[in-house]
């Protein structure tokens, strides 16, 4: 999948959040707190992690839809956290998004045509038969043309996925964030939806990053993942290696943690079942260290006073623990 230059660089990112007291400031949510990891044209990154702990902040501040605190985010060798004017316009019709919720991300006083059309007048692109174009966009994604001039409540959430993802083909996008775009809908549904990604990955080569707390669906769409704890990156790597060979214990807690259809299996799953203990700590005031070491059963003095970098155990295999130091 890799080839020789990442399409996206992101470079010690950081999106700190200020806590507001009377009269100033008295601390910060540490949201994103100085992460790097590249994306390759035509893969799919996964960014996997508990509910809080950076997922959607990270894929909104590296399209800038949030100001980053520091960092770098390269995007086709352009340093994004710099880009004004038509540069920035640039850059928004090349890298686009996919929210999470269906029925607040489109236009309710808009028709179909008008929100898939809208982007497309905004950047310039010159259209011969804007009607015909639509309905293109619409069959590609599973609708039709009897779809055109109905308006956002009229559809189900599958369907207005399906209507955003058509408002992103129109700009013909490079690099797109899916933020959790599936969580919204019913199983058959997700399916569904997901399927027509892949299938849309595969003719026309985009690149993913793929934001979501299911593991199940993340190992489905993802070529590598990055998995999140706190702000901070605990483990990246091929989506295959790390489902087969969990290196970080929060990675091995979030696996072990999947649901298991099988009655009995699930409860011989469950006497083998990692144990953490605790919740995660707040993000204004983060453990020093490791920040999983409050929660981990495989702590050690020096996880409580060090941060650990992530360190390439195996061939693109990294895990931020310090079980793996050679030193």
Known sequence: ????????????LKKYFPVRGLFKTIGYVKAVDDISFEIYPGETFGLVGESGCGKTTTGRTILRLIEPTSGMIIFKGKDVTKLKGDEMKWFRRHAQIMFQDPYSSLN??????EIIMEPVRFHGIEVDDPEEFVIRLLESVGLNEMHLYRYPHEFSGGQRQRIALARLLALKPEFIVLDEPTSALDV???ANILNTLKDLQKKYGFTYLFISHDLGVVKYMSH?????YLGKLVEVGPADRIFENPLHPYTKFLLSAIPVPDPELARELKKKRMKVEGEPPSPINPPAGCRFHPRCPFVMDRCRKEKPPLIEVEKDH???CWLYAKS
Not at 1 to 12: A, F, G, N, R
Not at 224 to 228: A, D, E, L, P, Y
Request: net charge positive; charged share 20%; proline share 7%.
């Open 188 to 190: 058959s549904v997700q």
């Open 318 to 320: 990294y895990v931020a």
């Open 1 to 12: 999948m890799k080839v020789s230059e990442p399409i996206l660089k992101v470079e010690h």
């Open 108 to 113: 309710p006083r808009q028709t179909v045509f």
């Open 224 to 228: 590598r993942i990055g998995v999140m």
